[in-house]
């Protein structure tokens, strides 16, 4: 007998996924609903306020009071401006959040700075700045601007 591709069937098991891993167990699934509830009450905040929460998280949700995370004291003085509108659209969502108290850590980066470029200079720069550093005044007040013009100098004739 020849085998071939049409006379044998291989079962493949399906990719499993977070939330059937968590059922599995039970004490992991006893924590399924919350974890549920959680993440719909983010995507709520999120869609009220879509700006403030790409860096904000929840917290805590219990007895009507949220608790949300703020990378910094900035972020939370805008959000503190928005909390009637967040509440509002969350009670629309069916939350009843009475209060929100706002906790200020690093949970995620606020922002990602840009990389400082290099500046660049034309080799007619370098030499204008080297003459200078040779014709300024041998004065204990130039003495730093003299050091910093001849640094500069050799850092850029060796890149």
């Known amino acids: 007998m020849r085998f071939n591709s049409s006379n044998i069937s291989i079962k493949r098991r399906a990719p499993v996924g977070a939330t059937d891993f968590l059922r599995r167990d039970d004490k992991m699934a006893a924590l399924l609903p919350a974890i549920e509830r959680m993440a719909a009450l983010q995507k709520d905040c999120a869609a009220a306020l879509p700006a403030m929460f790409k860096y904000c998280e ?3 949700f219990e007895a009507g009071q949220l608790t949300l995370s703020l990378p910094n004291a900035s972020l939370a003085a805008k ?4 909390l009637p509108k967040l509440q509002e659209t969350l009670a629309r969502r069916g939350w009843k959040v009475d209060g929100v108290k706002l906790k200020v850590q690093m949970t ?7 990389q400082m470029r290099s500046l660049s200079l034309t080799e007619a720069a370098v030499t204008a700045f080297d003459e200078l550093g040779h014709t300024l005044e041998d004065t204990p007040q130039n003495a730093t601007l003299i050091a910093a013009l001849k640094a500069m100098v050799a850092k850029r004739r060796t890149t």
């Open 108 to 114: 995620k980066p606020a922002e990602i700075k840009e």
């Open 58 to 60: 929840i917290l805590a």
């Open 79 to 82: 959000l503190k401006q928005q």
